[in-house]
């Protein structure tokens, strides 16, 4: 993006120092710039995100910057779009990524279609990512972080071609120690903050306690099974578990065993090897494609089927227009439904989708 005081941008600002150094360089290179808060959770679970101290971080940083601060309420759709999806996944035996939804439901189409309504040009996040335009294809690209340790083009992969033109990366260039160097430079009341690790709604990581409180459920007992159908022991709930999980299943086995399956109309949970757990190809619905409109023949490319797992060697086929068919060179472990697959060529994101 070239200097340009007549562009207007929202920065969505978390209070943490990655989205406040975004805002610090949008305004030194003389963009019109607002910093927003989503209001995205509250009441008990309010502990990590979007807190008082987090808004109040975020307004200091505004008025440091001597640029205009609001704080909009998101929490409906929040529930509807990331936390009730999240609830959904595991009721339905998935295990799912909400920061991914957050992305696709809240900053980039709730927060976006906002900015559009009060006249802004663009929306500028913390993400460390890149956008780029492809002359020859015409298309928006989204690519990997120029640091590549702290790239967050996973969790972005379902940016359509409208969002993509719409949105700006400051950080996309810059490594973790220059962000947190800039805003030591800058005095920020948060350049020391340290990064949130968890689900923000879920800020203690107990994500069947979540659930049973926000639903009011209880989700019964069952049997704990080997592949063949024999009784291990007693689960304590479907949703306590995820595929390739070891610990926590409260059993004394004679070797380590490790969750491969959740069978929901038996309400069992099967137990494996940890060599049963590998597989080379899996389905991916609800897609989006980046830069390509379509996968017309097979396709050669590396692919993520987790947030931090190395890209793998594979090859992928379009099967209709929302079904990508994915074969790894190499058996993956523990590919789980309701994870992203995120396709890469080199460093640009090709697309990706839900995998079923």
Known sequence: MENNTTTRIMIAMSGGVDSSVAACLCVEQGYD?????????????????????????????CRRLHIPYHVYNFTDSFEEQVIARFIRA???????????????YIKFEKLLSRACELGFDKVATGHYARVAYDENSGRYLLKKAADVSKDQSYVLYSLTQEQLKMTY?????????????????????????RDSQDIC????????????RHTGK????????????????????????????????????????????????ENRVVLCKNENLFSKELFAKDINLISVSSIDKPMRIKARV???????????????????????????????????????????????????
């Open 306 to 356: 987790r947030y931090n797992q190395p890209e793998q060697p594979a090859t992928v086929t379009q099967t209709d227009d929302d079904t990508l068919h994915v074969v790894f060179d190499e058996p993956q472990r523990a590919i789980c439904k309701g994870q992203a697959v995120v396709l890469y060529d080199g460093d640009t994101v090709i697309g990706g989708g839900t995998i079923v």
């Open 169 to 193: 990366f400051p950080l996309g260039e810059m490594s973790k120690a220059q962000t947190r160097e800039k805003a030591e430079q800058l005095e920020l009341v948060n350049a020391r903050k």
């Open 33 to 61: 710039c607002a910093g927003v808060t989503m209001k995205l959770i509250c009441g008990e679970q309010e502990s990590t995100c979007c807190s008082l101290d987090d808004i109040e971080d975020a307004r200091s940083v």
């Open 218 to 265: 209880t989700y019964p007992c069952g049997d704990f099974t080997d592949e063949d159908g024999h009784v291990l022991g007693e689960h304590k709930g479907i949703i306590r578990y995820t595929i390739g999980q070891r610990k926590g299943l409260g059993l004394a086995l004679p070797f380590p065993m490790y969750v491969k399956e959740k069978d929901l109309e």
């Open 90 to 104: 595991y009721e339905t035996g998935g295990t799912p990524n909400p920061c991914i939804d957050c992305n696709r």
């Open 201 to 212: 709604f879920v800020p203690d990581g107990n994500y069947a306690a979540f659930i049973e």
